[in-house]
């Protein structure tokens, strides 16, 4: 997608350099940033310079091309898969994509292992965009029905940013939207603020200024009123893990859109490739969910007047902050997923029948 009218992919491989753009510094900055060293992806990861399910497992994937280039011993090889995936706990893409990378490495030889790696990494880059496309066909479709029956500009409320930046072109929540501005639907996005790291905010509404679509940013706590107001048509999000029953994990303060999605007759679609579907855990209690550190609440960060960034504590210093990264809603509040093979319900029926699981 585009930054003042340049294509950009979130992340690339360039001369055995990983280059990002370090979404730590939007919306402010632009910049991109080298990775040439597993370390170097690890910690992009942990400090979210590159952040979003899909762009944490392509990441990752790249972490694993990187190491084959330090020692390509597959004992580091192994330290190395187990680093990355415990850089950050929740998206489960970031396991499936060292799992995917560590299984196509089991059995190749030294001289070989470079080349393998690299292709593959680019296979799950490659894969991740073709099945954004698709969530966004396939949500497309969603989109012109209400448009059929409104025939005025539909209004959808999102949360967090599952847009391009998340993945590494169209987004997931984003992508429906994406193409139907293509075909001329009119389209208004709510951009949840998305507190404490503003996610909304400083991404998806950024991400879609540059692409021309007209956005509102909210206060977190705006989207219920606004359902009652019936000044949301449909709210799309996206998800960092999926269990097979249709329970959905996204950042923190989803599962309280989705209650009032619910209570309002909003329609409430969670769009997600099949990376970030968890087969394996059955209850969302066993989703490991991260805490991050307290002062991405008790402070704030910005730019200043004279263009530069600044870090400012907005809690009083004797104060105690939690800060959970993320929540569950129960498949029982999602209208439906939107997925790269089709839209089905949020059930393990539902997803059975489009992924034969
Ligand atoms: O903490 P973040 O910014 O990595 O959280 C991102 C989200 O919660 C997204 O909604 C999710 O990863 C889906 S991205 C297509």
């Not at 998800?239 to 619910?262: E, F, H, P, Q, W």
């Amino acid at each position: 997608m585009r930054i003042e009218g340049k294509e950009y992919r979130t992340i690339w491989f360039e001369n055995n350099i990983v280059k990002i753009i370090d979404q730590t510094k939007l919306p402010h900055k632009f910049t991109i940033k080298e990775l040439k060293t597993v370390n170097d992806t690890i910690n992009a990861i942990k400090k979210m310079e590159v952040r979003g399910a899909p762009l944490i497992g392509a990441t990752a994937a790249y972490g694993i091309v990187l190491a084959t280039l330090e020692n390509n011993d597959f004992s580091f090889l192994m330290k190395s898969a187990e680093k990355l995936i415990n850089s950050r706990p929740t998206a489960i893409n970031l396991k499936w994509a060292v799992d995917r990378m560590m299984n196509k490495l089991s059995g190749v030889n030294s001289e070989k292992i470079f080349d393998i790696a690299a292709k593959e990494a680019i296979d799950i880059c490659e894969e991740d965009i073709k099945f954004c496309e698709n969530i966004g066909l396939n949500g497309l479709k969603i989109i012109e029905e209400i448009y059929k029956k409104k025939k005025d500009t539909i209004n959808i409320l999102t949360h967090c940013n599952a847009g391009w930046l998340a993945t590494i072109n169209w987004g997931t929540a984003t992508s429906p939207i994406y193409h139907a501005h293509k075909k001329g639907i009119p389209i208004h996005v709510w951009a949840d603020e998305t507190r404490p790291r503003n996610q909304g905010a400083n991404l998806t509404s950024y991400e879609l200024n540059e692409e021309g679509i007209k956005n509102t940013i909210i206060a977190d706590n705006t989207g219920g009123i606004l359902m009652q107001r019936g000044e949301v048509d449909m709210c799309i999000v996206g998800t960092d893990r999926t269990l097979s029953n249709g329970d959905v994990c996204n950042k923190i303060g989803t599962y309280l859109k989705a209650l009032a999605a619910y209570d309002n007759k909003i329609p409430f679609y969670v769009a997600l490739p099949s990376s970030t579907i968890d087969w394996n855990i059955k209850d969302h209690s066993e989703i490991p969910i991260e805490e991050r550190s307290s002062k991405e609440l008790s402070h704030i960060e910005g730019i200043d007047e004279n263009g530069n960034i600044k870090k400012i504590q907005v809690y009083p210093h004797k104060s105690v902050s939690m800060n959970l990264a993320f929540d569950v809603t129960p498949a029982k509040y999602v209208t439906a997923l939107i997925t790269e093979k089709g839209v089905c319900d949020a059930s393990s029926s539902g997803l059975k029948k489009l992924f034969n699981k």
